[in-house]
């Protein structure tokens, strides 16, 4: 009898969410959780937004989004009109948002928002009753910025946006602790043995191969979907992402949401606000332009209900003298000789792994 409990590498992919799994005999009821008073709570990890997919990090609990990369794309196509490099070493990190491996067609038109310009009061407000019009949203960086009229300064903006239903809301579950932290209790929903099985439709099963290697799609009333995948491994939110369509692809097993199967998933709410120093303060190469600053911004949650997300990015450019030719400095004097998504979309444009719930609910907005 298999038991699903949601964990999250919420890659809103919401791509590669992962999913924590039990036996059928491991209630999650708080009441049977049976735990050693003097069981040590593991060392709260940070939370960690990344530029890419293909970016490795230590965190714990990682998160990407499309939303920097869109502001990357407007400005190599629009301003620098090609790959962007700096003078001296270019990062790793930058040769891959280069890459440009999410882009606007890999998301609905009517979910993002793109501004660019040279500074001044009237970008800003014409920035801010774009996203009013468009999502009667309003920004939580704008006001960071200096928006006196300069035109030896550029701005780049972003605003991704999704807010979607179930097709039938889950059912909310007892509270219990998530992972190994039995000093805080997450809020679940899913399906249980009470449920209705109209929510059965809810769910896809993509694989089980065991207790804690398996995944699930879960079904909107729009044309997004959230994909839960269960994994210890730890990859990039790219290798994640691949490994979780080649199980799939190699599943033989009931893809349907059957009597006694159970899906259990934590509640998520989260405001992460984060910066790239790695693109800051560089001058692009053959061009007169400087990175100043950069910012991308999450806002998620997640319930019985559905999703909300809302995430903003920029990049603040500033205009400097042109370099001589020989800031190219070719010297040879030593040697020498890269889980939401939408249906039919190959590209996801959300990710985040989850390890410790409180850790991210600790960050999320009322």
């Given at each position: 009898m298999k038991k699903l409990l949601a964990l999250g590498v919420l890659a809103v992919l919401l791509a590669s969410l992962p999913v924590v799994a039990s036996d059928k005999k491991n209630k999650l009821e708080q009441s049977e959780v049976k735990v050693e008073q003097t069981e040590s709570v593991e060392t709260v990890k940070p939370i960690e937004i990344l530029p890419t997919m293909s970016v490795e990090s230590k965190a714990q609990n990682r998160i990407w989004?499309?939303?920097?990369?869109?502001?990357?794309?407007?400005?190599?196509?629009?301003?620098?009109?090609?790959?962007?490099?700096?003078?001296?070493?270019?990062?790793?990190?930058?040769?891959?948002?280069?890459?440009?491996s999410f882009k606007k067609?890999?998301?609905?038109?009517?979910?993002?928002?793109?501004?660019?310009?040279?500074?001044?009061?009237?970008?800003?407000?014409?920035?801010e009753k774009g996203i009013k019009e468009k999502f009667n949203e309003t920004s939580d960086i704008l006001d960071s910025f200096d928006w006196a009229k300069d035109s030896q300064k550029l701005f780049v903006y972003a605003m991704l946006k999704k807010d979607f239903k179930f097709l039938q809301a889950f059912d909310k579950l007892s509270e219990a602790p998530f992972a190994k932290n039995y000093n805080y209790n997450a809020q679940y929903f899913g399906i249980n043995e009470s449920s209705n099985k109209k929510l059965y439709k809810n769910v896809r099963v993509l694989f089980y191969n065991n207790s804690e290697d398996f995944a699930v799609k879960l079904f909107t009333k729009d044309k997004d979907e959230v994909i839960l995948y269960r994994t210890n491994d730890d990859k990039t939110f790219l290798k994640y992402y691949s490994e979780m369509k080649e199980k799939t692809s190699k599943y033989h097993g009931?893809?349907?949401?059957?009597?006694?199967?159970?899906?259990?998933?934590?509640?998520?709410?989260?405001?992460?606000?984060?910066?790239?120093?790695?693109?800051?303060?560089?001058?692009?190469?053959?061009?007169?332009?400087?990175?100043?600053?950069?910012?991308?911004?999450?806002?998620?949650?997640?319930?019985?209900?559905?999703?909300?997300?809302?995430?903003?990015?920029?990049?603040?450019?500033?205009?400097?003298?042109?370099?001589?030719?020989?800031?190219?400095?070719?010297?040879?004097?030593?040697?020498?000789?890269?889980?939401?998504t939408e249906k039919g979309q190959k590209t996801p444009y959300y990710a985040m792994k989850v390890a410790d719930v409180e850790t991210l609910n600790k960050t999320g907005r009322n």
């Open positions: 989004v499309g939303t920097f990369q869109l502001v990357w794309n407007e400005l190599m196509d629009n301003i620098i009109y090609g790959p962007i490099r700096f003078v001296g070493d270019t990062p790793k990190v930058v040769k891959e948002l280069n890459k440009q067609s890999n998301v609905s038109e009517n979910a993002y928002y793109t501004k660019y310009g040279t500074v001044s009061p009237e970008l800003k407000k014409e920035i009931n893809r349907k949401f059957v009597k006694d199967d159970e899906l259990i998933i934590p509640e998520i709410s989260l405001y992460q606000e984060t910066n790239f120093p790695e693109v800051e303060g560089r001058d692009i190469r053959r061009t007169n332009f400087r990175i100043d600053r950069s910012i991308e911004t999450v806002d998620f949650k997640m319930n019985n209900e559905g999703v909300k997300l809302k995430s903003e990015a920029a990049v603040a450019v500033r205009m400097t003298s042109l370099l001589p030719d020989n800031g190219r400095q070719f010297y040879f004097t030593d040697n020498f000789v890269l889980f939401l």
